[in-house]
DNA sequence: TAGGCCATCTGGTCCT
DNA sequence: AGGACCAGATGGCCTA
């Protein structure tokens, strides 16, 4: 048995870990749902109907496999003992054995293949939230909250149809952070975590801060740009001209200045979309040399009044390559691409356009 | 060292 | 019957 579970590489990890597990499951194997469900309805029905036979009357009826193990039959006679309740064990031959085992085994590969599917579309996810980092990664649950917090926060910017203020922006994006995710946020945008964290806190639970951030206090600056693809001056760049580094579009939007904090060395590579809530959303991709990849995560809704980030040839609210999403894990961009598409043509959309048009 | 996070195993439940 | 999903248990790793 070992010998079989060993030969097999991809179960090696947990045989090893769980050296004892074959003997565990010989000796309690039995306790297997499928194994016992039918002894369990056998003695159900049969003590439900005052069923006077003994378990050997049962025992006998069943095939093989079905036997019951013996030590279950004295239950009759030994004086004042209780009766055993209960399903019973059912004696546990090779063959049995040697199921119960393959099948959980099975069980086994199939859960860890979901946690791995399910691991997976939390990375993505963490791609789109704001703060991605390879060398910082969020844990679940933060990454879980922090992406409520960010639809709450862009939902909240369509509805007021008016320019965010990065406080509240902030303040609404770390809502329910751990301290180190709410710091990591807050250098994500540069903005120290003390100038928000006291009015987040606030009991209240309403809207948090006081509106007095300013955008040219502390210019909102995308930690993509620390991504030497988008350092200041760098407008040559593709990346760039395609509206990829759009902190410098934010800027100019709402009159950032541009300073030379743009050098975040604790964030590596190009960040999530989050922080880019002049609407450029591009997903985070690692390692993407092929062009196929700069173009199928290039879902974007192109503002074309803002400076550098014009697509050549865009038009407002084009998806760019029209939303192609080649190159990229069905997982995950199927229901983003679909969620802009869905809402191509809804007003909000225009209005939100003409906002960043003003 | 305690606590947080994670991967994995496991058994139960529900569904097809 | 078998797969998907879930939650509890367990142990490893990492960090403050």
Redesign the pocket.
């Known amino acids: 048995m070992l010998t079989r579970l060993f030969s097999d590489p991809s179960?090696l990890?947990?045989?090893q870990?769980?050296s004892g597990?074959a003997e565990?499951?010989d000796d309690?194997?039995s306790?297997?749902?499928?194994d016992?469900?039918?002894t369990q309805d056998d003695m159900d029905s049969s003590e439900l109907r005052g069923d006077s036979r003994t378990q050997s009357e049962h025992a006998g009826e069943d095939d093989e496999d079905d036997e019951v193990e013996d030590e279950d039959d004295g239950g009759d006679t030994e004086g004042d003992r209780p009766k055993k309740r209960g399903p019973k064990k059912r004696k546990m031959t090779p063959a049995r054995i040697e199921r119960t085992k393959v099948?959980?085994?099975?069980?086994?590969?199939?859960?860890?293949?979901?946690?791995?599917?399910l691991?997976s579309a939390l990375d993505n996810l963490r791609k789109v939230v704001p703060c991605y980092s390879k060398t910082q990664?969020?844990?679940?649950?933060?990454?879980l909250r922090l992406a409520k917090n960010y639809i709450w926060a862009l939902s909240e910017i369509l509805r007021a149809g008016k320019r965010p203020d990065l406080v509240n922006y902030v303040q609404t994006l770390c809502k329910g952070l751990?301290q180190p995710t709410t710091n990591l946020v807050a250098g994500c945008l540069q903005l120290n975590s003390r100038n928000f964290l006291t009015e987040q806190q606030c009991p209240d639970g309403s809207r948090y801060g006081n509106g007095s951030f300013s955008m040219h206090s502390y210019p909102y600056q995308c930690a993509r740009l620390s991504s030497p693809h988008c350092q200041p001056g760098s407008n040559s760049h593709p990346l760039r001209t395609q509206g990829y580094c759009s902190a410098t579009a934010y800027d100019s939007l709402y009159g950032g200045s541009g300073s030379p904090e743009y050098n975040s060395p604790e964030y590596e590579g190009p960040l999530s979309p989050p922080l880019c809530i002049n609407g450029n959303f591009s997903l985070k991709h690692q390692g993407s040399a092929s062009p196929e990849n700069e173009k199928g995560y290039h879902y974007s809704m192109h503002y074309s009044g803002l400076p550098g980030s014009r697509p050549t040839g865009s038009h407002n609210l084009v998806f760019g390559s029209s939303g192609t999403r080649s190159g990229i894990h069905s997982e995950n961009v199927l229901p983003y691409h679909d969620m802009h598409l869905h809402h191509e043509r809804a007003p909000v959309y225009d209005e939100l356009n003409a906002f960043f048009h003003n």
């Open positions: 179960l990890p947990d045989v870990k769980y597990w565990d499951s309690e194997g306790h297997v749902k499928d016992d469900q039918d099948r959980r085994t099975k069980a086994n590969a199939r859960e860890r293949t979901r946690m791995h599917d691991n990664k969020l844990s679940k649950i933060e990454t751990s």
